[in-house]
Structures are given as C-alpha cells and as structure tokens.
C-alpha cells in the first residue's frame, strides 16, 4: 500500500507517486513505495552502468549458467559465518579449500588450512597478517626488536597489498619493474631484503599485464639470500587470477607448494575460480605457518570451529557455488573454459599487434590478459585514452592506463578475457578496433585533451 491517497492501481507506472516526482537520493524517503515503482526507478537507474559482459575491464566473472543462479537463489540468505547453523554449507566450505589444497599440490592436504574470504584483499592480508604475527613471535623469542617490519614486493602490486601495509604497519619495500624486468624476478632482490621482512609477496597474475612473476626464481633468489645471511624469509603467492588458471593451463609451470618457501597461496574465487562477486580463498601449505593466536573459535555443530577472516558476517551462497563449479566443471570442464579464454585473448593480441599503431607488452599466454601500448611516433593525434573512449561509445569497456611508479611514462591499454567472451563476440571486437584506429589515424588535429587520468587499481 501507499500512503498517497491519490494512488490508483490504474495509474501507468510512470505517472505513480514518486516516479512522477523523482526519487529522493540522500535521505530516506518518508514514506513507502509500491514495490513495482521501487524496482521500477532502480532498474532504470541501473541501466545507465556499463553491460558487464562488454566489461574487459574487470577480472571478475558476469556471466553463470542457469543452474548456478538456482544454486544461488537457494542460498542466498545463508551467512557463512553461522556455521553451527548451517553445518552443510561450512562442510562446503571446508571441502574447497582442501580441493584448492591438492589442486596447488600442498605436500600434505591434512596438514594445509585455509579459509574463503570475500575476496583477494581480504586473502591476502590474512596472509600477510600471518607473515607479520609468525615474525613479530620469532623476533620476541630471540629478544629483537619487532617495530619495523617490511613486506618486500613489486611496484606493480595490487593496490591491496598497499592497504595491507597501510592498515597493519608494515613498511612496503617495492622492487620497482622496468623494460628490462617487466615483473619481480629474484633480481637485485637481497638489496631489499633484511632481517624486518616478514615475506615476500609473488603475483601469478600481474593486475596490470596478467604476466606471471617466476616464483621458483624467486624462491631461487631467497634460497641464495638464506646461504649468504641466514635469513629464511617465506612467500605468499597472490594467485588473484593465475592460481585459477596455472594448474589447468600450465601444469608443468612450477609456482605452488611444491615450492617449500611458498607458505600460503590467495585466489579470488570470482576471478578464474568462475563464481560471481564475492568470494575468495586463502590456503598455508601447513597449518604451522597460520598462528595459532591469530585464529577464532566459532561454534560449530555444538562444537568449536576455526576462524580466521576480518569479516565476520558473508554470503555463503558463493562458497556454495564454487563448490557447484568444481562439481559441474571438474578439472577437465576447467582446463576447457581457461582454453577457450586463453585462445580468445591470443586471437585478439594477434589482431591488435598486426595494426601498425600498436607494440604488445605481453600476449596472454601467461593468465588470458593481455596489454598494449602505442608504437613510440605513430601519432601526435591522439592516445590511448581516445581509443578507450572511442570504444565506449560502443559499449566495449577496455580500460587505458599509465604502468606503475619508474613506468609511469608508459600508457597501456589491457583486455581480460573471461568465461563469456565467445570468439564471436571478439571477432566483433576486433573489427571494432580496427574502425576506431582507422577513424582515429585519419583525423588531421589532435583530438581535444581532458585532464590526465587517475591511475587504475584492478
Ligand atoms: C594480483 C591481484 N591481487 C589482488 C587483487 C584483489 O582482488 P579482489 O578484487 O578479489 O579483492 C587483484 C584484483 O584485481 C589482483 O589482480
């Protein structure tokens, strides 16, 4: 019912109370609305975003089938963290990360431990607060000063290992990328390293180019680190993307607990884990390297369950859909949704590198994400950022953006091909980008210039 007593049922749906007037924005409307205006005004509100399935912008997933939105539907009001409540949704739980566990080859599943987080982020501060808490006890033991710690990392980083720093005191010491070392590699890395580090952090999956940093060179460089100075110093693997596609894509490619310096691996369930937003997964190769003091008791099945997390309430109904995923997939079903990927984005960095305008930085063949950049001299007209707007116009969202600190003079353009993008849709695509760069090197003037653009975080 509706307060106003002008309401007819009759009335169009756009001549109703509210809709006629438009809806309040900052403060909480008085009085009700009839639920057919309410949805009416957000579903129109809504329409003016971005389509997310034109969105190669975004690692995370827009498109489930039809059968995961029913798995969804019926958990949706699940809390994750009633766990004595719902007893069968943390069994799920705990069976994917012992899946995730095997899948990243832990020497001993039993002994691993992990958890589903709301996503990355939240991973890998649970791996880094694990990091901070496991060196602050080994320097309290041995009667050392604990005020200073550092994480050691690359300058081309996710922005979350900047907050996890910023939120949790640590200092950041970045290993700045270059031409010549497009990503962290073991080089020069003991300069960074001193008897403060708590780890060191390794992307499989760079936010920027989706290149994979080599973690066993890492690893390598560590291992000599430790010969010269005794210092034994862990990795956590940030497998954002790459840990959800390397064991499908790269078997052989060495990054996971097989290497023993690799304490705990992160992924985003809702990037190449398939699941919508939402989800993610934190796992240690041994439950020795979480701290214990760092872990709660929730109650559980009238008894006591562990939990690590910085949220207490989150959804279930994603944890229960990754489980649908690797039920509905298993590995094969993932290994074919990951190829199809990685062969779109290697159709598409083909076509781009063969336009004359355009040098790849990389060609998907890491994590099925690729960047570019404007050949030095093709054109004083226009940039980059005219291309992405150009293809806005056509709905694609294909974001331009400067590289990380010391590269920040290089702007690139990245596509992230996911589940979704069909290779229909990137034959379209790729036309597209032709057209605009035809129209774009056919202008006589520069293209008008707006004010420079803020860098670009996922
Ligand atoms: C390498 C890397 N780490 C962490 C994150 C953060 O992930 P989430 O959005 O799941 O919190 C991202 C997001 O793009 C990423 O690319």
Redesign the pocket.
Known sequence: MTSDDSFSPAAPLFTRPVEAAGAPRHVIPATETLPATAKQIIEDETMLDGNARLNLAT??STWMDDDARQVYEASFDKNMIDKDEYPQTAAIEDNCWRMLANLWNAPDAARSIGTSTI????A?MLGGLAFKRRWQQARRAAGKDTSSPNLVMSSAV?V?WEKFCNYFDVEPRYVPISEEHKTLDGHDLAKYIDENTIGVVA?M???YTGMYEPVAEIAAALDEIQRTTGLDIPIHV?G??GAMIAPFLQPDLVWDFRLERVHSIST?G??YGLVYPGL?WVIWRDAKWLPEDLVFKVSYLGGEMPTFALNFSRPGAQVVLQYYLFLRLGFEGYRAVQQESQDVAKFLSAGIAKLDAFELWNDGSDIPVFAWRLKDGHTHNWTLYDLQDRLRMRGWLIPAYPMPADLEQITVQRIVVRNGLSMDLAQSLLQEIENEVAYLDNLDAPMPREASHAAFH?
Do not use: N, R, Y
């Open positions: 690692f995370v996503g990355s982020s939240e890998c996710q979350c992307i999956g760079v936010t940030d954002a993307s985003s809702h990037k993610g996922h």
